[in-house]
Every structure is written in C-alpha cells, then in structure tokens.
C-alpha cells in the first residue's frame, strides 16, 4: 500500500511537542502531524505550537525535528486566525515549516480565499470531518465544497468519526474518490457512537478494506494514526497499528 504512516501528536496530548517527536521516532515513524495548542517543552509551558510563534522558536522546532529524524508533514485540525489580515500569515507559517498539508473544518464561505492563498503558497488544505451532528461529518458536504477548486483542496477523512456517525469507511472512501489527501485512522470495538478505541485490526473498522481501498485510488496519502486512549502511555497500542500495516504491505508484495 502506497502511503506516507505517521502519528497525529493528539495521540501524545499530555506531553510536548518535543516528547511526541521523540515518541515519534522511538515508534520508527518518520512524519507527524502537529496540532496547534500543544506545549512545545516541558521546560517551556508557555509556549505553544502555532502560527505566531517566534521564527527563532520556529528554527529550534526544525532543528529538533531534523535531529530526530521526523519529518512535520501536515498540521491540524486547525482554524484559521480570527484576524483575516493574519491569514496569509498562518500560511506563510505552513510553507517556512514544510508542512505539506493543513487539516482544518473551514466556514464554507471562506473556502475560495482559502483555495487562492493554498495555491499562493503552495500548501493544500484537506477539510477533517468530526462526529454527527458537526457541519462536515457527512462526506457528501466535503464532496460539494471541493467541487470546482483547486487539487490543493481535498479530504482528511478521520474513518473512527465516520463509523461515529454512520457512515461506513469504505463507502465513503469511495465517495471522496479524487479528492483523499490525508487521513486519521481509527479502528473502534463496536459500529455505534460511544464504540471504543482500540488497536487497528482489532476492532469493526475495516481497516485492511480501508487500505485495499486506497490502493484501489492509487493513492500515496498521509495516514495519520491518532489513537484518543490509553492517553499516559498508548505506545504499545500505537506499535499494535504500526504493525497492522506492516503486515498487510507485506501481504500486497507477496
């Protein structure tokens, strides 16, 4: 299977940016995903993963990515600054750090100028659906803001939240077909709102259907794991994914 693996920091939400890179790599991964909020060290909780961080600041979160080997490929869910005169600036922020791709759940009427400062800079915008009822969790309203913008504009479908909400992965995978840049993947216990997380190919998700899918689009996207358990320690959860995939590209080469 074609794709890019990678931890979503939330997963490492009660440490810092700093621990998450270093779990990060201990995992064997080579991208995260930031999110905006995260405390960037244990030794300075004042500051914050964002935007408007200082570029010095911004230089020492390089530096530390590049020593651990990590690669900061996409960030979100993120919102756009409430100033609009700071817009560009979030996007400028999005090109000096790498980031590939923005996760976020924009205001519809926002998407064309959105569309003009992704294709500016060069940064794709991929629109994240959260549970029912939240504006995006029903792919067909993702499918319908997409249309007529550029490929910067895209999908990150969270396939947990679907099955949160009703939709079956698979399906709605097929519905967004042209339109997939990254996902969050999440494998739960039962296919009901309050399911429970658990370990990819543990659980009613369909992850190996998920993944043949993506194969079928041919696609090379960013899968985010984002494991929202187990929050003190996940890695032995987070390895049990890691290895899932491992397992079903070692299935495809055969």
């Known amino acids: 299977m074609?794709?890019?693996?990678?931890?979503?920091?939330?997963?490492?939400?009660?440490?810092?940016?700093?621990?998450?890179?270093?779990?990060?790599?201990?995992?064997?991964?080579?991208?995260?995903?930031?999110?905006?909020?995260?405390?960037?060290?244990?030794?300075?909780?004042?500051?914050?993963?964002?935007?408007?961080?200082?570029?010095?600041?911004?230089?020492?979160?390089?530096?530390?990515?590049?020593?651990?080997?990590?690669?900061?490929?996409?960030?979100?869910?993120?919102?756009?600054?409430?100033?609009?005169?700071?817009?560009?600036?979030?996007?400028?922020?999005?090109?000096?750090?790498?980031?590939?791709?923005?996760?976020?759940?924009?205001?519809?009427?926002?998407?064309e100028q959105i569309d003009a400062l992704c294709q500016e800079f060069d940064v794709r915008v991929a629109i994240h659906n959260h549970p029912k009822p939240s504006h995006y969790w029903n792919p067909e309203t993702v499918l319908r803001l997409c249309e007529g913008r550029s490929r910067h504009i895209g999908a990150c479908p969270d396939t947990g939240h679907w099955i949160r909400s009703g939709i079956d992965p698979v399906e709605g995978?097929?519905?967004?077909?042209?339109?997939?840049?990254?996902?969050?993947?999440?494998?739960?216990?039962?296919?009901?709102?309050?399911?429970?997380?658990?370990?990819?190919?543990?659980?009613?998700?369909?992850?190996?259907?998920?993944f043949a899918e993506l194969e079928r689009q041919g696609l090379n996207p960013v899968i985010a794991i984002e494991y929202e358990d187990k929050w003190e320690d996940s890695m032995k959860e987070i390895s049990q994914c890691i290895d899932f995939c491992n397992r079903i590209n070692d299935q495809e080469k055969k």
């Open 2 to 111: 074609g794709c890019r693996l990678a931890i979503q920091a939330f997963s490492f939400r009660l440490f810092s940016l700093y621990e998450a890179i270093e779990k990060t790599a201990t995992l064997g991964l080579k991208y995260i995903e930031a999110y905006p909020g995260q405390i960037l060290s244990g030794d300075r909780p004042d500051l914050k993963f964002d935007y408007d961080l200082p570029d010095d600041v911004l230089a020492e979160v390089k530096a530390k990515l590049s020593s651990s080997g990590v690669t900061l490929i996409n960030f979100g869910v993120a919102w756009l600054p409430k100033d609009e005169a700071r817009w560009r600036d979030f996007f400028a922020f999005a090109k000096k750090m790498g980031i590939e791709t923005i996760a976020m759940e924009p205001a519809e009427e926002t998407i």
């Open 173 to 210: 995978l097929r519905m967004l077909e042209g339109r997939i840049i990254s996902l969050h993947v999440k494998d739960l216990d039962e296919l009901k709102p309050d399911a429970n997380l658990v370990p990819w190919g543990l659980g009613k998700g369909n992850i190996a259907g998920q």
